[in-house]
């Protein structure tokens, strides 16, 4: 049950985030045509942008939460710290698109991505350093390529936005498309260890 | 418990999306008269009308999860691009409420509706590959008819708007009122399979 | 689960109208000095009032529901219906506390209260109709006095507000605190009943 | 179950009250450069001191709820009342940060503090009273140094508020990271009380 209200909680507040950004687009008092529409354009990428980044980001915490043991009072903090981070996507999302992808937003957003997949890896190691180096997650988890790749991925796209900000923007839709690609690391160890014991007498 | 997990974060979508809608409904800044209510009748309308289609996508992404039999990863994303299309009812809701149903957000409107009823039955096709043709959900849908029905109206809908606006509204109503006539065929079906297993020894 | 469901994704709703009400109390653009805060004391007491009948039709429709042996399709859009009308409650809070409850604000503010009403005695109906006369919820509801005085009371209270206003709020009030008076008529029926099976063999 | 909706709608009020916050850090309407975050500073500090104080007592409902026996009508509506006074965490955040700490605004800041803080101390005590001096809960407050050392801070917060407003902003990062160092009290008497059942026969 005490991982259950976790998840319940971290499933509203992801919730309410994937669906505070749809706020940012603003119905234009226009005349109702279609070109009302086109200085939304920018608004809307990066709200598909955003909403596929905090899906990968709920698909993910689903399954690390799902392999935890048990949910102590730093795990606690260390998902509340995570949700903090997260929660300024939408904030960064709309500046982003009303600013037509301006350098200094592509900044900021890398920047809101970079720290949310620091918190997310400090949620993971506090998972494993409680549940140990044999835990499901631990197994599951293995090299952590994505994990690892992430973070200087983000910062190379921050370095980019000072530069050649269409680049920052290619680097961001890149990590997205790669944590895309189904990450059935969890899953498979979940299934090996329920087989392994149903083989065990 | 995955399963679950899934259909909280739905549910809370869902439901921050219905409620969302509302926040569209501007608190008018008059003389306190019961007069400054009636430019709000078209945005009341609309509201109205995307209320019942929430509830309807609510009812019956309610009754197909309840038959699946489990969720894959690839169930999870297409049930996330679902309510990506729904979380723009209300920007496509508040923007037709706003402009008197212009024809342009008739449009716009319908544009929604086909994308989401899309993503349903997408949603719908993977469980059911999942699950295989003798699963509950397969049997349940039988020749689905209304799933059928729905794109071409919506499309028909689309094209009206662009020619006598008020018939694409109509079209819009119809197809909520066709969907409110209560979906029985997956209840029925889950009833039948319970009823056949109590008589197996 | 079917129950489940309906009741999580109504709390949803409940949450996010009770919590969304707060966002018309507007963050005043003055120099930051307590005399700001005067002209949102209407704003203020209009959510209280509000918050303390979205609390009630909680706690009412919580112990409803835990009384309902099953949910049909009917029940389900009856549910819906009432939630249609209590969305509607912030917006008309808003008008009442922004005009300082002028007369047609406390028109429209009754008739909202008068609808969710009716809409509660519906979804009731409903779940008696289908558990029958000795089902847990017509045992508990008895004569439902309460449930009995409350339209007439709104239906006074929307009459009062054309004529002498204060006296259409003080209504409002009053039945707030006739309902604030805990309602343990289900809790006791479903105790007793409770009890009656423990003393069968 | 009874518990398990008083949480699962205490959860999504609290996910919604920290979501919302965000929504005062508004999207500035200017030229997309750094400079225009600038303004914004006091606006995002307020918020993350707010959103550590509404995870303290998420955290802190959380185990008090898991350690009650039972809900009655009368916790109910004391957590509603919990419930209210941090629902206005949001508007004395945005007013507080958008006004740079101006010295009424950490006031009014104090003050919702203060309230919330009176709330949940009537929301324990109610639990209580209701399992009796031998309850878990009893057991794990114990002198409750916290819970009776907070109120006096925020009331030397709300006076220092008027005299010297940086002493009242220290005051309020104090009493949260006073709340920060875990409080692992109920934790470990559910703990002790786990082993002494696991070791009666």
Do not use: C
Not at 31 to 39: E, M, R, V
Not at 160 to 167: I, T
């Amino acid at each position: 049950m005490h991982k259950g209200r976790l998840e319940a909680f971290s499933d509203g507040v992801l919730a309410i985030i994937i669906t505070i950004m749809v706020l940012e687009i603003k119905v234009p008092h226009g005349h109702g045509t279609l070109a009302d529409l086109l200085p939304l354009v920018p608004v809307f990428l990066s709200y598909v942008l955003s909403f596929i980044y905090i899906g990968i980001y709920w698909n993910n915490h689903h399954h690390m939460l799902s392999s935890a043991s048990r949910i102590s009072g730093v795990v606690l903090w260390a998902n509340l710290h995570l949700l903090f981070w997260l929660s300024l996507v939408p904030f960064a999302t709309g500046w982003m698109g009303e600013n037509h992808f301006a350098p200094a937003t592509l900044t900021l957003y890398g920047a809101v991505l970079l720290m949310s997949g620091v918190a997310y890896w400090v949620l993971q190691s506090t998972i494993i350093r409680q549940d140990g180096p044999d835990s499901v997650l631990a197994h599951a988890i293995g090299r952590d390529l994505k994990g690892k790749a992430s973070p200087p991925l983000y910062i190379a796209g921050i370095l980019a936005s000072l530069w050649q900000p269409w680049l920052a923007g290619a680097i961001y839709v890149f990590v997205a498309f790669m944590w895309l690609i189904p990450d059935r690391r969890i899953e498979r160890t979940l299934a090996r260890k329920a087989a392994d014991n149903r083989v065990a007498p």
